[in-house]
């Protein structure tokens, strides 16, 4: 899979509880209607997302401004994520229950600081480490690997709408 992709996941499916995704994104869902993941998984902008459920888990598809956020939700772990294999650029935070388990950024094929993988395996280029090392943690909590869901399994699209803030309601 050479495509630019970002997202969430979450170790957790939240078909019924979408508002709970709606808070935590700070944007209100409007429900689009259902699409395949090979439309899915295209670029997006800010003003939509696709989502993904399966028993496991949650995948929210986001454009790269939202992906590059850590989100915490109380009792599970997400993993925010963007791949542009094209450029070779890699980032990912790993959050449980709100602590930082990893985060990385891999621009350009090179990492601005060293990183646990590098002082691990400095032989392999970092790139790959990182790209590895995002599959591996969306298998584990989405259940599936994303590079064999089908194409035509169904997401849903949802239209995103910025929250105004109390004071904005005034």
């Not at 699409?35 to 997006?44: Q, R």
């Not at 294999?85 to 600081?113: M, Q, R, W």
Request: net charge negative.
């Amino acid at each position: 899979m050479n495509r630019n992709f970002g997202g969430l996941v979450i170790d957790k499916n939240y078909k019924h509880e979408v508002e709970k995704l709606s808070a935590l994104l700070e944007r209100e869902f409007a429900l689009e209607g259902a699409i395949s993941f090979s439309n899915a998984i295209e670029p997006l902008t800010k003003d939509f997302c696709n989502i993904l459920f399966t028993e496991q888990g949650t995948l929210i598809l986001l454009n790269i401004d939202m992906a590059d956020c850590q989100y915490s939700l109380a009792g599970q772990e997400t993993f925010s994520f963007f791949i542009a294999g094209e450029e070779d650029t890699h980032f990912f935070n790993h959050l449980k229950n709100g602590s930082i388990i990893a985060s990385e950024y891999v621009l350009n094929g090179v990492s601005p600081k060293p990183t646990a993988y590098q002082m691990i395996t400095p032989q392999e280029e970092v790139g790959d480490i990182s790209e590895n090392v995002i599959y591996n943690t969306i298998k584990s909590l989405l259940g599936e690997d994303i590079r064999e869901i089908l194409d035509e399994t169904p997401c849903y699209r949802y239209a995103l709408k910025k929250k105004k803030s109390w004071w904005q309601v005034w």
